[in-house]
Structure formats: structure tokens, C-alpha cells
């Protein structure tokens, strides 16, 4: 632990103790595929009785009709953001027709082929084709199977009367906790979450394996067989997070910069007013019909795959980048978690108070930017974590302020682990009795001790159990149904979910018939730069 870290914990000490922590903010996205009993992805059409995708705040899909979204509202309580995004599982699983089951793995179930993998509809506004057109492009340019692949996003923000306290321990005007402090502050927090997300991937990465089906468009696969019509690595943690799920070469050679709030958007804008050759073979509108939004190395900005992002809620029609650059970063969104497959909401709450007990870490640690070199092994921890993190003697490595050395994974990880310690001591000072955070990192510790009580290690071991990949999410789906199913929903939230999923469809009709604009003519003003808006 740096000097900086132990004095800045040292000093929140007070705040702690009044409860500061307790008033973190968060919320959670995830997604999960939609399956027939038998473990194949539907081809249903999304269930009206959940409501409309494009306007449903808490239940839409992703990129296909077959892959739902559960989005909860934020909130400073875990075990109350926990309770809602179960139930709206309980809710969509009562709603599915034909015995449906909700996949609880990120990797997916059993496909045929890229054609299996029916494209998000959303409807016959303009807002709702260009979801689609973008779903589109995302086909013809990384094929569909790739986003089959479902994740569970942790979003979090800090409470506001932080950022003074902050201010201060640096010896700045509590005043001077303005937008750029604070925009400043969280893009600190993110260099050294990239510094130290290998460890995540370790701990939580929970996909290890993928069905035979899922390799039909990578002939040149570095696995090996496992089972009946199953392929993995019996070192991976996360092939999610591999080159086989949301990486591809385009997006790796746009060194997004994370060294400052100007320098991310920049770098970003650049790629989304890029064109790209191979975009441009495929064409935008050709014989009539939109295959892409545009021919540029970014459609939109939601298109870049990383590992964090910073976030900020924007108006109605807003660019991400606008809402970041008016008014600076709200909250980041964590993106490297896999789902859980052994818990029916993907994640739970000792997880939870881990993320918070390593954010805050990353907040509060010293965090020089990150030199060209350093990214090149931010971007090396991250491979060898996914692909051997169950090698404990894996080399990773450790950054010690502008410094690097290689370490085994296991010596790095304890390491970390240690300077994790005083982080949830602190946030355990409103807790004394109980000490929640400290529980939950002693229970991370026994998995960094004991490689076998990791989630890849023990789905693996289900695999082998059950026979195959399939065999064992279909084992796990079908029992997390009859859970979900078995234990009442809170009624008052049923009857808002229903009230949602009615008003949502006539919210979504209100769009269409409102729409004054062409297709066209809607996507030139959305793409027109900002000088000319």
C-alpha cells in the first residue's frame, strides 16, 4: 500500500464511520439468452406480455430478439438491487411461452449456425431501425454468433459528498470538487482498474468452455476437446473476455486513451469519423436495404468493446460523448464480468461488496497515466488471465506506481489482496459488528488460495459431471427456473412490471406515429457533426 493510499484511508476514517460508503450508488445490467428446454437458442419473438424492447426501462434485449436485458434502477442497497433483477426473472419467466428457459452462462447455448441468431426488432420508428441497422452492421462485421455471448455490466457511482473530502486530503478547496475533479478523479479509478482487472477475470470469469456450435465461425480455434461436442481450455477463466468473444483487430488497433476525460473523448471521436476499408467493401445501403449504419471503424460509440467505461445518463437524442463532454463522468460501468452460471441472478452480493471494496481501492490508490508500454501490458495481464489465469505461476504483471515487473499470478493476487485489506476495514467502519467487506474479501482470498473454488474450475468440473457444456448450463437452467418459479414474487412490483410492459408497447406506438422525418434524413441529422447541429 502507497503512502498516499494509507494516508487517504486514514483520514476518511470519520466519514466511514457516519456511513459516507453506505451511500454508494449502483446498478446492474445483464443479460441472458432466452432457450427452448431442450438448450437451443429460441427463435420466439421477444413476448409482448414483457412490453416493449426500445421503451421498457427495466426489460429489453441486446443484440439478438432471443437475448433479454434486465436493467435494475439505481440504489444505494444491494440486497434491494439484487430483489428486483430477480424478479424480473420471475416475472419473464412466467411470461415465456413454451416452457423457456432463461441461460444462465455467457457462453451459449447450443446454435445453428449464424442464421440461429435471430436480429433485435424493435419496431417502425426511427430510433427503432437504427437499433436494428446497427444490429445489422454488427453482423456484417463480426458475425452474429459473437453476440450471442451474453454479461452482466456493474454500473457505480460515489456519493456526492466524497468528492470534497477528496478535494481536501489533496489540499485543494473543497469548492474545486467540480465536474473536472470529479470527471478527473474517476479516470483515475479506471488506469488503475486496468491495472488490476486480470485479477476480476481470475476471481469471477466463469466461462472456461463453449459448446461445439459456438466455434462454427473460427475453424482456427485454439482449444481443446473437453467433452461430448464441448472445446475449451482447462486454464481459461473467461473466453468471453478472449479473442473468441468481444475483442476483435479493428477495435485493438484504436488505443483508446484513458489518461484524461479530452484524450478518451478524442480518441473515441476519431474512430466513430474513421472509415475503414473493409467497412467500406460492405457498403451502407445497398439494393435498397441498410446492412450498417456507416462505413466507420465505430457505427456508434456503444459499439467499442472495453472493459470500463465512463458513463453519464444523456438527454433524449444525445451522443454518449456530448453528455460526458457537457457536463463530465457520473458514474463507470464495469463490462468484464461474466455471469455466475451456479446463481440465478449471475452475481450476489459478497460479490457486490468485493467490487465495491476493489473500485474504491482503484479510486483511492495512486494512479499515474499510463505510458504506451504500460497499456501493452495492461492488454498482456488480460490475456494471460483469461486464457491461464487457473495456472497460478502465469506471469502478470505488477505495477508499482510507473514501474512493472513480472509476478506468478497467485503472488500477485495476494498481493493485491493485501492492499485490499485496509480498503474494506474502511468500509466495514459503519458495519463493526458484521463486517461484510472484510467477509467478502476473505471469501475471494480462499479462491486466490484454492484455485478449485473458482467459478471456470467448478463449471468445468460440472461439465465433466454432466457430459458436456450443454448438459450442465441446461442442468443449472432448468433448476434456477424452478427456483425462480418456486419462490413468490413482491406483488406490488408484479403489478408495476405489468403496468409497465402495457404502457412501454403504447409509449413505443406513440414513437412511430410521431416520427416526422424519413429514415434517412433521421440518420444525416443524428451523424451531423456538433458545429452544424
Not at 87 to 113: I, K, T, V, Y
Amino acid at each position: 500500500m502507497t503512502q498516499e493510499l494509507n494516508q487517504r484511508l486514514q483520514q476518511l476514517e470519520p466519514a466511514a464511520a457516519r456511513g459516507l460508503f453506505d451511500q454508494l450508488r449502483r446498478g446492474l445490467e445483464k443479460e441472458t439468452l432466452r432457450t427452448t428446454p431442450e438448450g437451443k437458442i429460441s427463435q420466439e419473438d421477444h413476448p409482448s406480455a414483457l412490453g416493449s424492447t426500445l421503451t421498457h426501462p427495466h426489460i429489453t434485449t441486446d443484440y439478438s430478439e432471443a437475448l433479454l436485458e434486465f436493467i435494475t434502477p439505481v440504489s444505494t442497497s444491494r440486497e434491494t438491487t439484487l430483489d428486483f433483477l430477480l424478479d424480473l426473472h420471475r416475472f419473464s419467466l412466467r411470461h415465456l411461452e413454451n416452457q423457456e428457459l432463461l441461460w444462465p452462462a455467457s457462453m451459449p447455448c447450443r446454435l445453428e449456425g449464424n442464421g440461429s441468431v435471430r436480429i433485435a426488432e424493435y419496431g417502425r420508428s426511427n430510433v427503432g431501425r437504427m437499433k436494428e441497422v446497427y444490429r445489422h452492421g454488427l453482423d456484417w462485421r463480426y458475425g452474429r454468433i459473437m453476440q450471442s455471448i451474453a454479461g452482466l455490466h456493474y454500473n457505480l457511482s460515489f456519493p456526492d459528498d466524497l468528492w470534497p473530502l477528496l478535494a481536501e486530503l489533496e489540499g485543494r478547496d473543497p469548492e474545486a470538487a467540480d465536474a473536472q475533479f470529479r470527471s478527473d478523479k474517476y479516470f483515475a479509478l479506471i488506469r488503475n482498474f486496468r491495472r488490476y482487472s486480470w485479477l476480476l477475470m481470475y476471481l469471477f470469469g466463469a466461462s472456461p468452455a463453449v459448446d461445439a456450435s459456438f466455434l462454427a465461425e473460427h475453424p482456427d480455434h485454439p482449444l481443446t476437446p473437453l467433452a461430448e461436442a464441448t472445446w475449451g481450455s482447462p486454464l481459461a477463466t473467461s473466453l468471453r473476455m478472449s479473442d473468441l468473444g468481444y475483442q476483435n483487430k479493428v477495435q485493438a488497433s484504436l488505443k483508446i486513451c484513458f489518461n484524461s476525460l479530452d484524450n478518451y473523448i478524442n480518441t473515441l471521436q476519431e474512430a466513430i469519423h474513421t472509415s475503414h476499408p473493409a467497412y467500406e467493401k460492405i457498403g451502407v445501403k445497398v439494393d435498397g436495404e441498410y446492412r450498417q449504419l456507416n462505413t466507420n471503424i465505430l457505427q456508434i460509440e456503444n459499439e467499442y468493446y472495453s472493459d470500463i467505461r465512463p458513463k453519464r445518463v444523456a438527454r433524449s437524442g444525445q451522443k454518449p460523448s456530448e453528455a460526458l463532454q457537457e457536463k463530465g463522468v457520473e458514474y463507470i460501468e464495469v463490462r468484464c464480468l461474466d455471469l455466475n452460471p451456479f446463481l440465478p441472478g449471475g452475481i450476489d452480493v459478497a460479490q457486490m461488496r468485493f467490487l465495491d471494496t476493489f473500485l474504491l481501492y482503484c479510486l483511492l490508490e495512486t494512479s499515474p497515466e499510463l505510458s504506451d508500454r504500460a497499456c501493452q501490458q495492461v492488454e498482456d495481464n488480460m490475456t494471460q488471465a483469461v486464457n491461464q489465469g487457473r495456472d497460478l505461476q502465469t506471469p502478470i504483471w505488477w505495477f508499482d506506481q510507473d514501474k512493472a515487473e513480472q509476478k506468478p499470478l497467485q503472488e500477485a493476487a495476494l498481493t493485491l489482496m493485501e492492499r485490499l485489506q485496509p480498503v474494506a476495514l474502511l468500509l466495514d467502519k459503519n458495519h463493526p459488528d458484521t463486517a461484510p467487506f472484510s467477509r467478502a474479501l476473505e471469501q475471494q482470498l480462499a479462491r486466490v488460495e484454492d484455485v478449485s473454488l473458482t467459478p471456470s474450475a467448478r463449471l468445468l468440473e460440472l461439465i465433466k459431471e454432466s457430459g458436456s457444456h450443454n448438459a450442465a448450463i441446461l442442468q443449472l437452467a432448468r433448476a434456477q427456473r424452478e427456483q425462480l418459479l418456486t419462490c413468490p414474487m413482491n406483488k406490488a412490483r408484479e403489478a408495476v412490471f405489468t403496468e409497465l410492459a402495457a404502457s412501454s408497447l403504447q409509449q413505443q406506438k406513440d414513437l412511430e406515429a410521431s416520427d416526422q422525418l424519413s429514415f434517412d434524413d433521421y440518420l444525416a441529422e443524428y451523424f451531423k457533426p456538433a458545429s452544424q447541429a
